[in-house]
């Protein structure tokens, strides 16, 4: 069995997709861990609940803590560095937190957002840029993560939201197929997000995955794509066990 660990800056963006990879890799027996950059206290969202940014991030961490639960995560964690604000602080503070936990977990696959973080948001661009680039790091000091995947939208999708970006299919390296099973554990943990109710009504977000839960490989290309993201795991050689990152 392999250890996975998500890595996303905001709440629901582990349920708005990849949750139906999650549920099956869950059930599979393999070990996913989840972490979670700000409580997502500065959402738009909070307007229609009458909720102040503190009030709004109680609430979601609660949501969460439902979602844990649903989808059987191996643990959660959530931070509270500020929603919206990631591309203000100094990414090395952001690098010091994922590495520690990336080290904690010593999964063999790290998830988070492609480049273009699917909907453009600063906070998806940061995340994705500091996973990267820790996840890089620890790979060459101590063998781990195995692999960076990155969670995407493949193009020409027909149920998409218009704003929401694409990778060209000749990018995707693994499109994880799940059963009625995991997409019925997916949508019960989508519903965990009740302050959301209005934004998944109108999107209907599980849609867009309809054919697969897809990712890009960090330097890995593989056609067709796979169907695990723990399946032909690039091996590691030699790593230094020992060393940290700095």
Not at 44 to 71: D, I, T
Not at 149 to 177: N, Q
Not at 235 to 241: I, K, L
């Amino acid at each position: 069995m392999a250890t996975l660990l998500y890595i996303f800056p905001h709440p629901d963006d582990e349920s708005f997709g990849p949750a139906p990879a999650i549920a099956r890799q869950r059930r599979e027996g393999h070990a996913v861990h989840l972490l979670t950059l700000t409580r997502g206290e500065a959402t738009r969202q909070r307007h229609h609940h009458g909720y102040s940014k503190p009030e709004m991030g109680r609430v979601r961490f609660e949501e969460m803590q439902c979602v844990a639960e649903v989808l059987g995560l191996s643990s959660l964690e959530v931070l509270d560095f500020p929603d919206g604000e990631l591309a203000e602080l100094d990414p090395r503070m952001l690098e010091d937190v994922v590495a520690r936990v990336i080290e904690r977990h010593r999964p063999d696959v790290v998830v988070t957002y492609p480049v273009h973080g699917i909907s453009g948001h600063p906070d998806h661009l940061v995340t994705h840029a500091v996973v990267k680039r820790v996840g890089c790091a620890l790979r060459e000091r101590l063998g781990v993560p195995r692999r960076l995947a990155f969670f995407t939208l493949p193009e020409g999708l027909e149920k998409k939201p218009a704003h929401l970006h694409t990778s060209p299919r000749e990018r995707i390296d693994a499109c994880v197929s799940f059963t009625a099973e995991d997409l019925e554990r997916a949508e019960a943990a989508l519903a965990c997000y009740r302050t959301y109710r209005r934004v998944i009504e109108k999107h209907r977000p599980l849609e867009s995955v309809a054919e697969g839960v897809c990712f890009e490989l960090f330097q890995e290309t593989f056609d067709p794509p796979l169907d695990d993201l723990t399946d032909r795991l690039p091996v590691v050689e030699n790593p230094a066990h020992n060393a940290s990152i700095t």
